[in-house]
């Protein structure tokens, strides 16, 4: 699930800190805004640079639209996306790494990509219902 364009990736890698994960997110949605508040405070050792794709002031890896349809995290130079990314961005927090290590597995992982797709479906309304 890594960005197969090598400029677009070396671009990212030089937004990373070594040692980070890099997770962009959706600061408009109000779902995302709720799930990143949530992993900021699990996040006790700092472990994650969390970046706001929808501010049109943050430079993105790949196209913005693209980064804002699905979730995306850089690992070890690797952009992520989907359940691939939310699985690096549970290895960063103590609390949560069990389940990362377990989506390296690839049956888990593709299990998990098909829930986070059914979930991408549903997220409008989601985040319409929490608008109001």
């Known amino acids: 699930m890594s960005d197969d364009n090598p400029g677009e990736r ?5 937004m990373t800190t070594p040692g980070r994960i890099t997770v962009w997110h959706d600061g408009a949605c109000p779902l995302c805004a709720r799930e990143i508040a949530l992993m900021r405070r699990l ?3 700092g472990a994650i640079q969390f970046v706001d794709a929808a501010d049109q002031a943050t430079a993105c890896p790949i196209d913005r639209s693209a980064l804002l349809a699905r979730f995306h995290a850089m690992e070890d130079g690797r952009l992520l996306s989907g359940a691939a990314a939310f699985a690096a961005m549970w290895r960063a927090i103590p609390l949560l790494r069990p389940l990362g290590l377990l989506a390296r597995h690839p049956f888990a992982l ?3 990509e098909w829930t986070y797709r059914r979930f991408l479906k549903v997220r409008p309304r989601l985040q319409d219902w929490l608008r109001t």
């Not at 070396?10 to 030089?14: F, L």
């Open 10 to 14: 070396g671009r990212a890698v030089m």
């Open 110 to 112: 593709r299990v998990l």
């Open 43 to 45: 996040d006790r050792r």
